[in-house]
């Protein structure tokens, strides 16, 4: 259940909280592990919008697996989001982000991982209110990743932040540019997520443009498409779009 869920998120966060400030260090080396961990890695990365707190604890799950096989670059994988979504949003923990995100670069000849290191870099920037960088890095990563196979949930990413940094410096025309441009492709994919996100990030661009009823349509898709039965993050905005029409 959801009490069960955020017990397990306070314990695996305590712990890795716990541990010395430096980069993550290197367990034993089980194949068994590994294989949990690319299950652990799969399934976090399904769950991130849908259910949050799964996702998360799906995530730290995967780190610990990750130790347990030994093997770097799976270390280095979920090093980069947990360094993104959690450390950096984290009290005091800014700067042992930094140092996880850093050590991705050391993986460089890989192409994921100068990719990843791009990518959340980004979300770093963001974190510490640099919007130029934010969108610099951003686009580093869509760039960088775009040849990387199976890469489709961190390029998504890479546009996430590349929208949120447009958004907070009043780029709309240009954010409303950018969403129409990888809506093709996302709806290619049938990447539903994308889909909604990008349609979030449109909502206020047509109305600065003085479009209310692509606006409103935009929005009443975005209510009746993701999650209905839940208030989820995407609905607020959603709704709060409307609320903003009808004024």
Not at 78 to 90: I, M, Q, R
Request: contains cysteine; aromatic residues 8%; proline residues 5%.
């Amino acid at each position: 259940g959801g009490a069960r869920r955020a017990l397990s998120v306070v314990r695996q966060l305590g712990a890795l909280l716990g541990r010395r400030a430096g980069l993550p260090s290197f367990g034993g080396s089980d194949p068994r592990a590994a294989e949990r961990f690319d299950t652990c890695w799969a399934v976090s990365k399904a769950f991130c919008f849908t259910d949050p707190m799964a996702g998360l604890d799906f995530l730290l799950r995967s780190l610990a697996y990750a130790h347990a096989s030994g093997d770097a670059r799976r270390i280095a994988r979920v090093s980069g989001p947990l360094a993104g979504f959690v450390l950096g949003n984290l009290p005091g923990m800014l700067p042992r982000a930094e140092r996880w995100v850093a050590s991705l670069a050391t993986l460089g000849d890989d192409p994921y991982f100068a990719g990843a290191h791009a990518l959340w870099s980004a979300y770093l920037a963001a974190t510490r209110g640099q919007l130029v960088a934010t969108a610099r890095h951003a686009e580093a990563a869509m760039d960088q990743l775009t040849a990387v196979p199976d890469t489709e949930w961190e390029r998504v990413q890479a546009l996430s932040a590349l929208a949120r940094a447009l958004f907070g410096r009043g780029h709309f025309a240009t954010l409303d540019g950018v969403a129409r441009a990888h809506l093709p492709d996302i709806d290619r994919r049938r990447d539903l997520a994308a889909m909604v996100m990008m349609a979030s990030y449109r909502l206020v661009p047509a109305l600065v443009d003085g479009r209310p009823d692509e606006a409103r349509d935009v929005a009443d898709w975005v209510v009746a498409t993701w999650l209905p039965e839940r208030y989820s993050p995407q609905r607020f905005y959603a709704l709060r779009a409307a609320r903003m029409i009808e004024l």
